[in-house]
């Protein structure tokens, strides 16, 4: 079942947790002022290319490593050498400044909630159709506990009044791009991601959650004042060039959003 118990839930989160601190410890074989980004998974895709547009305007490649923004933020409080954090919502962010002591955060891109299903599912006409679509099956999401995307995605289903039929029914996942993964290799008929992970061509949009049913999905930068690189590359996001990929990506640029 996906439904695991307590401890095997968080196997997972313990492995992501370890293979960052892995990655990271193989700092020899980077350049020295190259810059270390702990970013929310589902910046996965998009950072690969803003990676490629920094190293053209002639610094090293950063150093990339995702995850559910609650592990990236712990990682991070518990000594992690990161330079750069993104955030998928403001309080793991306001974590990482209150009790690492870095930089303020800085919004500069957004998304939003969507339900999947596999390629050419059929779309709800009405999101208060989706019990009746499920019919028993399970709804991944990413754990509602205290990732992002999870969080959002309860928040939308309890305002829609939906959350009591379909809490019993979910799958919670580490994160987005594993409550994705879940729809894709069918262990879920059906998923709440944002998106910009639905731009996966094994899946389909059925149904746009409602904006007004949860908070505004902003990505957060907080970055750690004394590395230039990290300053350069938080400019970086925040420019036209950025905007045009992030767009492409399936996210909703941002980079004029107050600070």
Known sequence: MIRANAALRHFPRLLAVLLAAFLLSVRPALPEDAVRVFAAASMI????????????????????????????????????????????????????????????????VSN??????????????????????????????????????????????????????????????????AALNFVVTGAAPYGVVYESDARDPRVSIIAEIPKWSYFAVDYYTVIREDNPQADAFVRLLRSDEADEIFAAYGFSPGHGMPL
């Open 112 to 177: 939003r909630l969507v339900v999947i299903g596999p390629a050419g599912a059929a779309p709800l006409e009405d999101i208060n159709q989706l019990p009746d679509r499920l019919a028993g099956g399970r709804l991944a999401i990413a754990e509602p506990d205290s990732v992002p995307a999870g969080i959002y995605a309860r928040e939308a289903l309890t305002k829609l009044g939906l959350w009591e039929a379909i809490e019993p029914l979910t799958a919670p996942a580490e994160n987005v791009r």
């Open 45 to 108: 895709d998009v950072l690969e290319p803003l990676a490629d547009l920094f190293v053209e305007q002639g610094h090293p490649r950063p150093v990339i490593v995702t995850g559910a923004s609650s592990v990236m933020a712990r990682q991070i409080e518990a000594g992690a050498p990161a330079d750069v954090f993104i955030s998928a919502n403001l309080d793991w962010a306001s974590a990482v400044i209150k009790l690492s002591g870095w930089g303020k955060w800085r919004p500069f």
